[in-house]
């Protein structure tokens, strides 16, 4: 069975309404979710017996300017017991809010704070929201798409 | 001048800030973290990484692929030939492209001869760091040797760029795999040597037992992978879960650990070790000839005699060098078994010539977020057993 497909099954049949979309590239399946329940969806998803993704491998983002919702932030999950991968993604406005995963995964706090340093989207409820790559004061967040390659 | 980094609160005398690097020789690269101690007690630790951060996750996107491999060597930069494996494969994996027989056995030897370059490296340092500075020599002399492998494959000691999406850059003589197996051969008897200085060495022992203690599901929540976390008896290796380069064909055993302390990466990189000279023996014994490179003129380079004589020929070098190779719209995540852990590249291509987004997932990023945790009421010496036996690599941290 392709990565995360199985699984993407059970949280349709589960969380009907929360999965926006899903799609998939080389077996290697995504699932689209609704971001007011993502920390639900992903306490289900380590803790039931039939998913077990306990280790978040992940997090990052993408930056889509033309878009109506331009950030994208994509979840990499793994479940030891079954050997499958799983690929989240949540969309938001800009300037991004989406809720932090740290009270399920402890590895989700180094990667949000990437991730924030890097495209600006806040994690409501980070318990330490700081830059971690970037200067404190640095005020430009690198990696979304009107952040030129040179400067000057 | 230390004078300075030393600060006292008022409401508690007793407790002292000191700033730990970021130049610091036992810091293995520009890692700061700033401890604050009560005696010798470290009461609270913050790291701070990003003194290496080169923005390669930017640069992949102005980059072809085939141009973005170099960076790839100044990542986990005592183990390159691992990461060069792990990025051209990721490729390969969005293009749906699978390298011949004879590729996927010497991409085994890259990741491998990587591994016991970089734990040479390691275990060196980390005596090295606890006062035991015999060790130090015995690696150091053994990694002139495994250099001297590197550099007569690649090229290079150290900016190996290697593969190529497809290939590698040059095929394996018969000289070079029998200096190879000689090394094999006698690579195991090197790791006894290693281990007659330190594994009943009391000491050792009192400095590593019981030190920096991490639990299995700790680790597994800080997203710890590789050795430090099988340390923790974790059997978690993506060799084994999911092979790649043919991985499956090989017998070895994976190591773990029950304790998760220091002595338990110790035991585990050192074991790794010996594992992979066994690796290496088979992939000797099975190396077949045939070609080391796809026969995709769109994607490999031609044969540079090819390129002198034939017209066809050197327009395809000149539009893989110039503009480089179309890859198709679609996303992967793709991952290797480096010798930190899990380093994966998830790839976003919205088409194209270079990737609309190159995500790094650093695996000595995860597991150094874990220093805290282990160093947190321990002893400001054993502040530097815990980065040794985490094994980081700034480069690879900062990215």
């Known amino acids: 069975m392709a990565d995360g497909e199985k699984t993407i099954a059970s949280l349709r049949e589960r969380f009907p309404e929360a999965v926006l979309r899903a799609g998939s590239f080389r077996d290697q399946h995504w699932a689209e979710l609704r971001p007011e329940r993502l920390v639900e969806i992903c306490r289900w998803l380590r803790d039931d017996p039939g998913a077990s993704y306990e280790l978040l491998l992940d997090v990052t983002a993408a930056h889509w300017p033309d878009e109506p919702q331009p950030l994208e932030v994509v979840y990499h999950l793994f479940s030891l017991a079954h050997n499958d991968r799983l690929r989240l993604k949540v969309r938001t406005g800009d300037p991004g809010r989406v809720p932090s995963l740290t009270p399920v995964w402890a590895s989700a706090n180094w990667n949000e704070r990437e991730t924030f340093d890097m495209f600006g989207i806040v994690f409501e409820g980070h318990p330490d929201p700081r830059r971690i790559l970037m200067p404190d004061d640095y005020t430009d967040h690198p990696l979304r798409k009107e952040f030129p390659l040179y400067r000057g | ?399």
């Open chain 2, 1 to 399: 001048m230390a004078q300075h980094l030393i600060e006292r609160s008022e409401d508690h005398p007793d407790i002292i800030t000191v700033n730990m690097g970021p130049s610091h020789p036992a810091t293995h690269g520009v890692l700061r973290i700033v401890l604050k101690l009560d005696g010798e007690t470290v009461v609270k630790a913050v790291p701070h990484i990003g003194y290496l951060h080169r923005g390669m996750e930017k640069i992949a996107e102005n980059r072809t692929y085939l141009q973005f491999l170099p960076y790839t060597d100044r990542m986990d930069y005592l183990g390159p030939l691992a990461a060069n494996v792990g990025f051209c494969l990721a490729v390969e994996e969005l293009l749906g492209i699978e390298v011949p027989p004879r590729c996927q056995v010497l991409r085994v030897l890259c990741c491998e001869l990587a591994r016991i370059g970089s734990h040479l490296v390691w275990l060196g340092t980390h005596a090295l760091d606890m006062g035991a500075a015999t060790v130090f020599f015995h690696t150091f002399r053994d990694r002139e040797w495994h250099y001297d492998l590197v550099e007569d494959l690649t090229g290079a000691r150290l900016t190996t760029s290697y593969t190529r999406v497809g290939g590698v850059s040059r095929d394996a003589d018969a000289k070079w795999l029998q200096d190879l197996r000689a090394f094999v051969d006698e690579f195991p008897r090197r790791v006894d040597e290693y281990e007659s200085l330190l594994t009943r060495n009391a000491i050792w022992l009192k400095r590593t037992q019981g030190v920096g203690v991490i639990g299995a599901q700790d680790a597994i929540a800080y997203g710890m992978t590789g050795p430090s976390l099988r340390a923790a008896g974790v059997e978690y290796d993506v060799r084994k879960k999911r092979p790649y380069s043919g991985y499956q064909n090989y017998d070895f055993e994976i190591p773990t650990g029950s304790d998760g302390d220091v002595y338990d990466r110790y035991l585990v990189r050192l074991e790794e070790m010996r594992q992979s000279a066994r690796i290496l023996d088979q992939a000797l014994r099975n190396i077949s000839d045939g070609p080391v490179n796809i026969d995709d003129p769109k994607i490999f380079l031609p044969p540079k005699r090819k390129v002198l004589t034939s017209m066809e020929e050197l327009i395809h070098q000149f539009m893989i060098v110039t503009e480089g190779f179309e890859c198709p719209a679609g996303e992967v995540y793709h991952s290797t078994e480096v010798p930190k852990g899990e380093l994966g590249f998830y790839i976003i291509s919205t088409g194209g010539r270079a990737p609309y987004r190159l995500r790094i997932r650093s695996p000595s990023f995860n597991n150094i977020s874990t220093l805290p945790l282990l160093v947190e009421g321990g002893l400001i010496a054993d502040v530097i057993a815990n980065i040794a036996s985490l094994d980081p690599v700034l480069g690879e941290v900062d990215r």
